[in-house]
T-cell receptor, first 115, second 114 residues
Framework: GENVEQHPSTLSVQEGDSAVIKCTYS??????FPWYKQELGKGPQLIID?????GEKKDQRIAVTLNKTAKHFSLHITETQPEDSAVYFC??????????????FGTGTRLQVTL | DVKVTQSSRYLVKRTGEKVFLECVQD?????MFWYRQDPGLGLRLIYF???????EKGDIPEGYSVSREKKERFSLILESASTNQTSMYLC?????????????FGAGSRLTVL
């Protein structure tokens, strides 16, 4: 099955700096790579995703890059703000099968944005 | 807005007790999931269901069972709770099809087994 590794486990940055979180996956058949953000006391929420036919995707201050050859993908947050403080999870999955395509999650990164 | 509701936010149970965790979604989704979240281990899939009365094991099903009698409700059952099942449990519902595997999560149920 798929295995997703995520680094670092904790990350502290100053407000305004950039943050980068990296993930690697094992299954070359995976083609969908979402990122979820979990704020304190809440469930994870999708913030951005990328499919394997795209190398980069951007949404305001967040961007995701994908290197299929190396089987890794990264989340980039620019101009970090205190509200970016949360736990971030990467995930990977294969094709939709019509039953349920399972997402395999990374172990999470706790991002702390300090003033 | 899509909503997934987990009825119990915090539970404290004793070893050997039977525990029910309830989850309801209001989106008429076919696919529902139960994950377990532990520090350093991320989110691990316990069970999922792709239709009423249909279920499949995830990566860590041992010690758990599930029930899906109605489309909107997916229950996680711990037949005989043990201390190593102390954890945060997250229910999710799947939005979309054909490649958009967007999960909507509930707020979680934190279970402590004494």
């Amino acid at each position: 099955g798929e295995n997703v590794e995520q680094h670092p486990s904790t990350l502290s940055v100053q407000e305004g700096d950039s943050a980068v979180i990296k993930c690697t996956y094992s299954d070359s058949a995976s083609n969908y790579f979402p990122w979820y953000k979990q704020e304190l006391g809440k469930g994870p929420q999708l913030i951005i995703d990328i499919r394997s036919n795209v190398g980069e995707k951007k949404d305001q201050r967040i961007a995701v890059t994908l290197n299929k050859t190396a089987k890794h993908f990264s989340l980039h947050i620019t101009e970090t703000q205190p509200e970016d403080s949360a736990v971030y999870f990467c995930a990977a999955s294969g094709d939709w099968t019509g039953t349920a395509s399972k997402l395999t999650f990374g172990t999470g990164t706790r991002l702390q944005v300090t003033l | 807005d899509v909503k997934v509701t987990q009825s119990s936010r915090y539970l404290v149970k004793r070893t050997g007790e039977k525990v029910f965790l309830e989850c309801v979604q209001d989106m008429d989704h076919e696919n529902m999931f139960w994950y377990r979240q532990d520090p350093g281990l991320g989110l691990r899939l316990i069970y999922f269901s792709y239709d009423v009365k249909m279920k499949e094991k995830g990566d860590i099903p041992e010690g758990y069972s599930v029930s899906r009698e109605k489309k909107e409700r997916f229950s996680l059952i711990l037949e005989s709770a043990s201390t190593n099942q102390t954890s945060m449990y997250l229910c999710a519902s799947l939005t979309g099809s054909s490649g958009a595997n967007v999960l909507t999560f509930g707020a979680g149920s934190r279970l402590t087994v004494l």
